[in-house]
């Protein structure tokens, strides 16, 4: 099992300049996130989605799109990225079962500069 | 709405010594508490949780919390650190209604010396 795998692993976009996040597990997970971290603030949740076919903001949802595309599948848009969105992204999913659907398992994330 | 405070974004301790990283949260709904561990340019890893049950909870790598309600805190011990447990640690919450959504602490990141 590869867990929660992320693409690009680097990217540098210029001001305006739009890309696609990609995020993918092998879980047969419900729910899947989006979140950025940044120094000194912990994760904030961008997205999240409970189950396939749904999605939902989170703390931090502007300047973002996602699409859940199937089970396996949560993708993250920035259709014209701003300097302020020069961070560190992780996808994380969470887990099946009432003992386990509160554990979240993450990507080995995604570095944007934007410049 | 619930929150998390760690207190200290960073702990330094010495090869052997005790760890311990302290949390405290605010929840108005019985909380479930977490502790993740993030070594560099990874991902964060699942320590260990508590939902109900034992208040006194064990994770991987030696380390275990103590849910203690009368003082909304959980605090992450280690008896004796070693240089691996070098890394950056967050302590999380969210409850039985609200499981989509973990709110995460600021983290405090965790050096050892030799």
């Known amino acids: 099992n590869a867990g929660v795998t992320q693409t690009p692993k680097f990217q540098v976009l210029k001001t305006g300049q739009s890309m696609t996040l990609q995020c993918a597990q092998d879980?047969?997970?419900?729910?899947m996130y989006w979140y950025r971290q940044d120094p000194g603030m912990g994760l904030r949740l961008i997205y999240y989605?409970?189950?396939?076919?749904?999605?939902d903001k989170g703390e931090v949802p502007n300047g973002y799109n996602v699409s859940r595309l199937n089970k396996r599948e949560f993708s993250l848009r920035l259709e014209s990225a701003a300097p302020s969105q020069t961070s560190v992204y992780f996808c994380a999913s969470s887990g099946l079962g009432r003992d386990h659907r509160y554990e979240q398992y993450f990507g080995p994330g995604t570095r944007l500069t934007v410049t | 709405a619930q929150s998390v405070t760690q207190l200290g974004s960073h702990v330094s301790v010495s090869e052997g010594a005790l760890v311990l990283l302290r949390c405290n949260y605010s929840?108005?709904?019985?909380?479930?508490l977490f502790w993740y561990v993030q070594y560099p340019n990874q991902g964060l890893q699942l320590l260990l949780k508590?939902?109900?049950?034992?208040?006194l909870v064990k994770g991987i790598n030696g380390f275990e919390a103590e849910f203690k309600k009368s003082e909304t805190s959980f605090h992450l011990t280690k008896p004796s650190a070693h240089m691996s447990d070098a890394a950056e640690y967050f302590c999380a919450v969210t409850s039985y209604s609200s499981a989509s959504k973990i709110i995460f602490g600021s983290g405090t990141r965790l050096s050892i010396r030799p």
């Open positions: 879980m047969n997970h419900n729910s």
């Open positions: 508590y939902t109900t049950g034992a208040t």
């Open positions: 989605s409970a189950s396939e076919g749904t999605t």
């Open positions: 929840s108005s709904v019985p909380p479930y």
